[in-house]
């Protein structure tokens, strides 16, 4: 298990890490998720041991890597910006780290053939690296990581240049990948469905902390502040009052868990349901279309503002009755 415990690190004025503790179990992988300057990048270059923490440690199966140099942790980080060596061909790019370990060329060719395989390029070792497609050269980026069997995993935003199908496809690849090598993998990225699609257990990270470490489920279900659900896209957010278990939105009255006093109220996308016999009743004010729904703005009767999910395009002015599922409600204090 990889385990950080208390990291602080400063660059002069600017906090990057306040305090990160994080587990990453063998077998596992967690994705770090958070918006652009949180702090992800620097978590990796402490892990990897190219920053040394102000304050706290990384450790390794009960090993403390202070002052261990990054080339013996036997960890992988594929950067952000990863760049393959232009002048070498695939394989010569993909058994770089063992040709550093100084492995016999044997050694070499026969992993190389090996991570090539894995990663769907059996027979693109000749290859110039000049030649390859986006996703090509992200795939052999990801063997060259993989090559040297490293014990930790390290992703940085590793699809984040890709467009978006090209994306969804090699996430699922790469989810596939970790699991039959059984690594033990952190990503970072600040797509929460990349997050939530790799990985067994997602970090979210707000100013340099973890604001909340669960299941991608529990996420959804459960977001533990605002800064969670609203990075989540739960777009129906209401300031509201608790009393007796129930808060009043002024368009309709909603049971919540929380003591009584002020809260913040968020709707999750399940907790509203277009429904002609429903509650509330609302006008369509506009439409995005979403895949495989549409993200209708609605106006509510009583003047509020919702987004909901839709399965066909609704058109501007349509009356839409819609009910509230008590289950998708969600109170939270911060
Ligand atoms: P992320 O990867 O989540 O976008 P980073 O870890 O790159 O975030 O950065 C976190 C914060 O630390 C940012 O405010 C960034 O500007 C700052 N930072 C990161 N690296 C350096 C550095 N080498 N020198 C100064 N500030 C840095
Ligand atoms: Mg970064």
């Not at 305090?19 to 949180?38: N, Q, R």
């Not at 702090?39 to 009960?62: C, F, H, N």
């Not at 129930?246 to 009584?260: H, N, Q, Y």
């Not at 279309?289 to 003047?303: E, M, N």
Request: glycine residues 10%.
């Amino acid at each position: 298990m990889l385990t950080v415990r208390g990291v602080f690190k400063r660059y002069g004025q600017t906090v990057a890490l306040a305090g990160v503790d994080l587990e990453v179990p063998i077998g596992h992988t967690v994705a770090v998720l958070g918006p652009s300057g949180s702090g992800k990048s620097t978590l990796l270059r402490v892990i990897a041991g190219l920053e040394p923490p102000d304050e706290g440690s990384v450790i390794w199966e009960g090993t403390d890597l202070s002052g261990i140099p990054t080339h013996t942790r036997r960890f992988g980080l594929m950067f952000q910006d990863y760049a393959l060596f232009p002048h070498r061909d695939v394989a010569g790019n993909v058994g770089f780290g063992l040709r550093m370990a100084r492995a016999s060329t044997a050694e070499i060719d026969r992993r190389v053939a090996e991570v090539l395989d894995i990663v769907g390029l059996s027979d693109m070792g000749p290859r110039r690296v000049t030649e390859l497609s986006g996703g090509e050269a992200q795939r052999v980026a990801l063997a060259r990581t993989l090559a040297p069997a490293p014990r930790l995993v390290m992703l940085d935003e590793p699809l984040g240049s890709l467009d978006r199908s090209l994306r969804e496809q090699l996430v699922v690849e790469l989810g596939d990948i970790f699991d039959r090598l059984e690594s033990t993998v952190l990503y970072v990225t600040h797509d929460q469905e990349e997050a939530f699609t790799v990985a067994d257990r997602v970090a979210v990270m707000r100013d340099g902390t973890l604001v909340q470490d669960a299941t991608p489920e529990r996420l959804w279900e459960a977001p533990a502040e605002l800064f969670v659900s609203d990075f989540l896209g739960f777009s129906n957010r209401f300031a509201a009052t608790a009393v007796d278990g129930r808060a009043d939105l002024g368009w309709i009255t909603v049971p919540v868990d929380v003591p009584d006093g002020p809260c913040q109220v968020v709707l999750r996308p399940d907790a509203l349901i277009a429904d002609d016999r429903g509650e509330i009743q609302a006008i369509v004010a506009g439409s995005v279309f979403r895949g495989d729904h549409y993200l209708a703005r609605v106006d509510t009767d009583s003047g509020a503002q919702l987004s909901i999910s839709l399965p066909t395009r609704p058109r501007v002015g349509d009356r839409l009755g819609i009910r509230l599922n008590p289950d998708g409600v969600l109170a939270l204090l911060r």
